[in-house]
């Protein structure tokens, strides 16, 4: 759980730090899109070249994305396994007891890895050169149109930056009660199934007991410096966009057109 870095804000001196998170968010909107566009291969290394160039420019390392991307190795093993047991097209790559391993189940395993890699990547690289009060502005400046039919515009951003900000925490909660339950004999990592099930299940009530404190904490801090859902709030900081986000949009909305290029005329 340590290696979980999405949602945690590196302050670093980049060119990405420095854009608008509007644009940020728009970007990581249309390249999700794009991920999502059956491009082929090829598509998927272009996609993954863009990735790794705006992790170089946000001059976030290369470990830093590793570690967010850790904890969905076993997901990724779970989805090849069931794949493998439903899938029976293609060709016959090997047998292990009496049961065949077909292409297709690897193949279409490997286009979902991709795409979850991906979608870690671009998600890591805004959440870590973004503030969460930058985050909560650019979010609730996306949504202002939608408040002609009495959508929460600032509420909804608020929620968003405030589970993105205490996922780390939360994590960090759940290290710290692992911990003192193993001080006191509680072992999570040996025994039977069922006992570290039973033991991983002995967190969730401290876990939910913390969580419940921490926004009873947060109710109470904005409750007193005065906030007040759905009234009229001015703001400090004002965010203006600048020649680089019109740019970053553009060539999102670039990488998407090529996108859709590969997988309808390739």
């Known amino acids: 759980m340590g290696n979980f870095t999405l949602g945690r804000y ?4 980049s060119p990405v730090h420095k854009m608008d998170p509007r644009a940020k968010i728009g970007a990581m909107l249309i390249m999700m899109i794009s991920v999502f566009f059956p491009s082929g291969w090829l598509g ?3 996609l993954f070249v863009i990735a790794s160039g705006m992790i170089l420019l946000s001059k976030l390392s290369f470990k830093f994305i590793w570690k967010s991307m850790k904890p969905m190795m076993f997901m990724m093993l779970f989805l090849l396994i069931i794949n493998c047991m439903v899938i029976k097209n293609g060709v016959v790559l090997f047998t292990v007891f009496g049961f065949s391993v077909y292409s297709e189940a690897v193949l279409q395993t490997a286009y979902i890895v991709v795409r979850l890699l991906l979608m870690i990547m671009i998600t890591t690289c805004l959440t870590a050169t973004t503030k969460p009060l930058d985050m909560t502005l650019g979010i609730e400046d996306l949504l202002s149109p939608f408040r002609r039919i009495h959508v929460p515009a600032h509420e909804i951003a608020m929620l968003i930056s405030i589970a993105l900000r205490f996922i780390p925490d939360l994590i960090e909660e759940t290290q710290k009660i692992m911990k003192a339950q193993e001080s006191r004999g509680v072992d999570l990592k040996e025994g039977k ?4 099930i039973m033991a991983i299940l002995s967190l969730i ?4 007991v913390s969580a419940f404190q921490r926004a009873d904490d947060l109710a109470n801090a904005m409750e007193a410096r005065g906030y007040a859902p759905g009234e009229a709030r001015t703001r400090y900081k004002v965010l203006k966009m600048a020649g680089r986000d019109y740019i970053l949009l553009a060539g999102a909305v670039l990488v998407l057109a090529c996108m859709i290029f590969l997988a309808y005329f390739r």
């Open 10 to 13: 590196m302050p670093l001196d």
């Open 44 to 46: 998927y290394g272009i």
């Open 193 to 196: 199934m069922m006992e570290r």
């Open 205 to 208: 009530v401290p876990l939910f």
